[in-house]
């Protein structure tokens, strides 16, 4: 069910007795890695407690549309706008009518007409009621606005009948929930990013870092979530909103952002390394301000660098290392120097990034690069950072399923 992990699922649930089923529902959303918000209607209440589905989506279930406190803290349009999908299960005759009525007199109606996101039923009723023309008139409707409806079943029911109108069983619930999204290319696959620069403290004030703004690093995560990737960021300091949806680890010299990337890669298959992570530090940063000597105006002063760890090779030189990916921010020979990174780094793959161009590279907007691996160079021509990612995502998409399949291969006894 890879297909859920990461998306929003907005979980409605109105007053039937397959009400009870939910429970069971946001318990395997949750455990396919969804994230779930759970709306109520009055009726569903009396059937199934608040409390439970609350504890079993780790969220607060939301239930009134006019209750201040609810709107303060995420308003009907902002649920509307953070839903990947709407799923309503089980969804009563009522229901289907007032949504096909286009009524918007309580939360879950009102949502379901402000969202864009894909809308889903589980119809379930007394299977007299489901037969109905005037319910089969609501379920026509329904579909002509490209609603989907995932059953009913057929089979005894509740109330001693027997015929259609049972709801789907959770588990085929949310396998046809899963087919509302494509398969995209990084579903269930997790990725490691560093972003940013990094800063080597000299004093209490002072530290020494490079241009890098993170832009780049950032929008590759964004474009890997789209993907359906799993994503950890490794950021240094840079002053950019916290893309969503993804795990973000804050560090500020090499030595943290050593540190995390080696405390977190347990479960990481893609290692994509785009900080600018500073060669030196100095040797011994003093505790207190240097001060100058008011004296001496020739005074010249020294500082004693030592070499940082580098982080991408002591990925790749990992008994079981990740897929790596590199960058080479270069101003000259841009090609041979971001080859021989490719096999000095025992990299996979090495985006080589002309920064003499002050249009693309280091705090810029836009890029533009090439990609070079042991049998590909692809030039990716100038586009915005967000674009390019898009491209260079897919890009590294491919060229890690070959490397996967021929890894498996080779691991066959
Ligand atoms: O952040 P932006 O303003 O958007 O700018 C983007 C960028 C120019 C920073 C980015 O596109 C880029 O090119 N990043 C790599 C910058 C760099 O300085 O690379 P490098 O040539 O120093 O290092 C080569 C590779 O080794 C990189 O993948 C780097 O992350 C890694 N490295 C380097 C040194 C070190 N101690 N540890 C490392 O992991």
Redesign the pocket.
Known sequence: MQQLNNKRVLLGVTGGIAAYKSAELTRLLIKAGAEVRVVMTKAACEFMTPLTLQALSHNPVHLDLLDPKAEAAMGHIELARWADVVLVAPATADFMARLAGGHADDLLTTLCLATSAPIALAPAMNQGMWLDSKTQQNRDALIERSIKLFGPSEGSQACGDVGPGRMLEPLLLIEALACCFENRQLDGVHIMI????TQEAIDPVRYIS????????YALAEAAVEAGATVTLISGP?ALPEPERVRIIKTVS?CDMHRAVHDNLDTVDIFI???????YRPEVPLNEKIKKNPDNHFETMTLCLVR??????SVSAMEKAPFVV?????TQNVLSYAAN?LSR?KLNL??A?D?SDTDI????DS?E?TVLGEYIEEALPRAS?KVLSGRLISLIADNYTIWKTKQEHDDKP
């Open positions: 560093t972003a940013g620069p490079n241009h890098s703004s993170g832009k780049m690093g840079v090499t390394g785009c900080a600018a992570v500073c060669d940082n760890p580098d982080i991408i090779a590199g960058f080479a921010a270069e990174k780094k090495v985006v990034n920064v590279g280091f705090a810029s890029n690069v950072k």
